[in-house]
């Protein structure tokens, strides 16, 4: 990616590329009764999960995925910055 577009829409794709889905693993209910018990309410949207999906099966680096995540959060904002 060069530059500031549709993040949503380039996680979606990179997702719908290496046939990764939303859907919740087993882990995610261990970490939600985990969260309930620390009174944390963490909520992730599907554009959030499918990013999950992408970085648990290594499709995605950890530089990539924290870049990736900052510009969604900052799209859904309305902050606009380029992601490298």
Do not use: K, N
């Not at 530059?3 to 261990?30: C, H, K, N, Q, R």
């Not at 992408?54 to 510009?71: I, K, N, S, Y």
Request: aromatic share 8%.
């Amino acid at each position: 990616m060069s530059g500031v577009g549709d993040v949503t829409a380039a996680i979606s794709t990179l997702a719908w590329t290496y046939g990764v889905t939303a859907a919740a693993e087993p882990v995610d209910a261990f970490a939600d009764a985990t969260a309930r018990l620390c009174d944390m309410e963490i909520t992730f949207d599907h554009t959030e999960r499918l990013l999950l999906g992408l970085a648990r099966g290594g499709f995605v680096t950890d530089e990539q995925r924290f870049a990736l995540h900052t510009a969604y959060l900052q799209q859904q904002a309305g902050v606009a910055r380029p992601v490298r």
